[in-house]
């Protein structure tokens, strides 16, 4: 008589089906709440005529509270309508989401198979120089121009990812160590470049390259911001959501990660893997330095390659692949949520006179609340008592 086949729960839902992990949920909605509160305070004591109403509290605190009040509705608010407040904006913020995407899923990628990737900056200038040179020196028919820009970005950061991962494999070089110090090489080769006659522009002494082609640059929807590159982003989440929860290879990023030594035993290779996720890490954050490189300014004008062409995106890519937890879904609304505080920053700054720093005193306070699930519970008591997961690159990478 056969026996009656067992049921397997399924890794994702314990027991259960269509479970939702609202212990996360209710995490992240409560660390949004505390970083905005703190973000509130600082706006109060920073202003010198709010502090200053807070002198005679005890005699009329109604002035006190009606001017911070004041300040931190007009902010907020001014912050809401330059992220959210019309089409304008609405596409202001997916130009600024773009390279966030793209950095963060790289950071991510690397997460999920255990590896710090610190070099998604190093790994985002190799994508511009390689896409900035493509695209100003390189002269194709339209359409050609920008596929191959594009992919030249994407060989030179999965180039300069795979190194990382090629020393780590075969030398056992931390990647940590490894990635930060292609960082410096990275914009040291960048700086160099830019003083050749490759790469400068005729004419000038500062570094500065050629502006790019219009053929190599995006197309852009007219009266906004938004370009191809954002609709690039959003394929290149669905490209990895597919690698890791439908392909092979992704399966074994997942193993490797969450145990290189049962991965090993179960004959996977462990340096291939490592090989494969870094060179797709780097590429994905070399697209973040073609999203710079070929994206139109806010102006409509294509970015000439300079010192500073990609920002400081490789390293707040971590930030939004840890607020993402490393899944591609996480990572993109992440992206989104920074992209808006980016845009909306320059108009808190424009109505309410709030420092554009603030931003990014918002951004890293979210990180930390998220990050630190007991710091939550201990500021929120009604937390206490949940199974809190913290954020880092534990299993799979730390982020599930």
């Not at 009656?4 to 089906?17: C, D, F, M, N, W």
């Not at 699930?373 to 008592?385: D, E, H, I, S, T």
Request: hydrophobic content about 55%; aromatic content about 8%; some cysteine.
């Amino acid at each position: 008589m056969s026996r009656p086949s067992r049921r397997v729960p399924s890794p994702r839902a314990p027991g259960r089906t269509g479970w939702v992990p609202w212990t996360e949920v209710f995490t992240t909605v409560a660390a949004f709440v505390l970083a905005f509160a703190v973000g509130a305070v600082l706006m109060i004591v920073s202003d010198t005529t709010v502090r200053s109403t807070f002198a005679y509290f005890f005699a009329r605190p109604s002035d006190a509270l009606r001017a911070s009040a004041d300040k931190v509705g007009t902010a907020y608010a001014a912050l809401v309508a330059g992220a959210v407040g019309g089409y304008g904006p609405l596409t202001a913020t997916t130009a600024q989401a773009a390279p966030l995407i793209c950095a963060g899923l790289g950071v991510g990628l690397a997460f999920r198979a255990g590896l710090f990737n610190i070099g998604a900056q190093g790994q985002a200038i190799l994508g511009a120089i390689v896409a900035a040179y493509i695209g100003f020196s390189w002269h194709l028919p339209a359409g050609l121009h920008l596929l191959v820009a594009l992919l030249g970005g994407l060989v030179g950061g999965g180039v300069w990812g795979g190194i990382v991962g090629w020393l780590k494999a075969r030398a056992g070089a931390h990647e940590v160590i490894v990635t930060i110090m292609m960082n410096y090489i990275a914009a040291g080769l960048l700086g160099y470049l830019l003083t050749t006659v490759a790469f400068r522009r005729p004419g000038r002494p500062d570094p500065i390259s050629p502006v790019v082609d219009w053929s190599a640059t995006f197309p852009r929807l007219e009266g906004g911001e938004l370009h191809l590159g954002f609709v690039v982003a959003l394929a290149a989440a669905v490209g990895v959501w597919w690698l890791l929860d439908r392909s092979t290879t992704g399966f074994a990023i997942r193993a490797v990660g969450a145990n290189p030594h049962a991965a090993a035993t179960a004959g996977m290779s462990v340096a291939r893997t490592t090989i494969i996720t870094m060179s797709v890490a780097g590429a994905l954050a070399g697209l973040a330095g073609v999203q710079a490189a070929l994206g139109p300014s806010a102006s409509g004008v294509p970015v000439p390659l300079s010192a500073g062409i990609v920002g400081s995106v490789g390293f707040d890519a971590i930030t939004v692949a840890l607020l993402g937890r490393s899944k591609p879904l996480g990572i993109v609304l992440a992206g989104l949520l920074f992209g808006a505080l980016h845009a909306g920053g320059l108009a808190m700054q424009s109505v309410a006179q709030t420092p554009l720093t603030l931003t990014t005193a918002l951004q890293a306070l979210i990180v930390l609340f998220v990050a630190a699930p007991a710091l939550v519970a201990k500021v929120l008591p009604f937390l206490r008592g949940r199974r809190l997961r913290p954020v880092g690159p534990a299993a799979e990478g730390g982020l599930a």
